[in-house]
């Protein structure tokens, strides 16, 4: 697991991203049109994006399957 995890949220966009590495990666689409994940050279996730943030609700939660490590 990483050391530190990196988010970004801008609100202007509604974007947030979170990173659980530096290392150089690819965007990927996921099932969920809303969700793009962060993969390395070797396919592990190491990151991924949610746009809309706020459309999303409490009552609501956003699902998406992830590519496993």
Sequence with gaps: ??????????????????RFSDAAGYEKETQHDAVMERLDAQGRVIGFSVM????????????????PA
Excluded at 4 to 18: G, M, S, T, Y
């Design 1 to 18: 697991m990483a050391d530190k995890v990196r988010i970004w949220f801008d609100a202007e966009a509604d974007f947030l991203e979170v």
């Design 52 to 67: 809309g943030v706020s459309k999303f609700k409490k009552d609501k939660p956003l699902e998406a399957d992830l590519v």
